[in-house]
């Protein structure tokens, strides 16, 4: 079992940027896919990026391909997503999340474990 707490939302202008951090405490971060998913006002959950275990192959869905990337750091058990060019569409809370699962999936079925969000907010 994995415990996961996002961090690193707030305020902040369109075109600006936020780095965002998922801590993971518990069984080895390493042995997790890992993915970053989203709900903004009045919308669903949504995948946004995954990362394998090595962190070497990364998945992006494409409202946010060549703004956002995802990476992790196996040695301090921590998912960070940086968040370029940022929109006011991207306002949501994020949501890290883990898989035993070997494959990157952007179904939120497929994960097991989630932090309880941080809220993100782009104002125009």
């Known amino acids: 079992q994995v415990q996961l707490e996002e961090s690193g939302g707030g305020l902040v202008q369109a075109g600006g940027s936020l780095r965002l951090s998922c801590a993971a405490s518990?069984?080895?971060?390493?042995?997790?896919?890992m993915g970053w998913f989203r709900q903004g006002p009045g919308k669903e959950r949504e995948f946004a990026a995954g990362?394998?275990?090595?962190?070497?192959?990364?998945y992006y869905t494409d409202p946010v391909k060549g703004r956002f990337t995802i990476s992790r750091d196996n040695a301090k058990n921590t998912l960070y997503l940086q968040m370029n060019a940022l929109k006011p569409e991207d306002t949501a809370v994020y949501y890290c999340a883990a898989t035993t699962s070997r494959r990157l999936d952007p179904g939120e079925a497929a994960y097991d474990y989630w932090g309880h969000g941080t809220q993100v907010t782009v104002s125009s």
């Open positions: 518990g069984r080895t971060f390493s042995s997790y896919v």
């Open positions: 990362i394998s275990r090595s962190g070497i192959s990364a």
